[in-house]
């Protein structure tokens, strides 16, 4: 049995995650973290300090700004964990490279198997399009109460392009600004927000008199409840180190 740590257990993410783990006989929640958290099946923490419990692994589904906190805890307890928020600074992402000399860490913009998919996907299509002279262009669409902008997903998704064709290409978020052409060597990555949409990502690629879109909807926060308890049974009992979804899902991916 995996005893899990659920960091921020009341956010939205938290309780979906929460109730999969309920329905899932492999792994349990342990223990909860959150400012504002109250639980009638585990015991809920409101900082990581005052966390008491023992577990295997923790889930971090919160804010940027309540993860140095936990990346602390978890390098002083050696606790693997898995970090599923976004927007994090240069500084925060030198402290995850740090907590993962000393436990497990696993990063990832979006937990879901099918984004994890897609990363391979528009990999495969640039390395095929580039060269013929395809402009590759990012949308992406959120919930109004997101608040980073671009997303992770989007960013991740560039940089996948960008790590196939060599790191030549720049990134362009808005247009308004400068009145030119654009330049073959970027990717314009574009944000909108409304609703409640849950996540939608789509690549394009526009060549000469034609155009190839690769992209994923998802229909509800589940997918991503279901690849952090994937990602939380892989990374128990792991080495120190920095993992990513590639790792939990290598034998799917390859």
Request: hydrophobic share 45%; net charge negative; proline share 3%.
């Amino acid at each position: 049995m995996i005893k899990i740590i659920m960091h921020g257990c009341s956010g939205k993410m938290g309780k979906v995650v929460c109730s999969l783990v309920g329905d899932d006989p492999d792994c349990v929640i342990a223990a909860g973290i959150d400012p504002v958290g109250t639980s009638d099946d585990f015991p809920v923490f409101r900082t990581p300090a005052e966390c008491n419990i023992d577990a295997d692994v923790i889930i971090d589904f919160s804010t940027a700004s309540a993860v140095p906190a936990l990346l602390d805890f978890a390098a002083e307890r050696k606790l693997p964990v898995i970090l599923c928020t976004t927007g994090f600074s240069d500084e925060l992402n030198e402290q995850v490279k740090k907590t993962a000399e000393k436990t497990a860490v696993l990063k990832s913009a979006n937990m879901s198997v099918g984004v994890n998919l897609l990363f391979s996907l528009v990999q495969k299509a640039a390395l095929a399009l580039a060269d013929s002279g395809f402009d590759i262009e990012i949308v992406e669409k959120h919930h109004n109460q997101k608040i980073d902008a671009p997303s992770g997903t989007a960013l991740a998704i560039a940089d996948a392009i960008n790590e196939a064709l060599d790191n030549k290409y720049g990134y362009v978020y808005d247009r308004s600004q400068k009145r030119e052409k654009r330049s073959q060597n970027e990717i314009g990555i574009h944000s909108v927000r409304g609703g409640n949409i849950v996540g939608e990502h789509d690549v394009i690629f526009a060549g000469k008199d034609e155009i190839i879109e690769i992209n994923h909807r998802a229909a509800s926060k589940e997918i991503f409840a279901v690849g952090a308890v994937k990602a939380a049974k892989y990374l128990a009992g792991k080495p120190a180190g920095f993992y990513t979804m590639k790792d939990v899902l290598k034998d799917v991916l390859e």
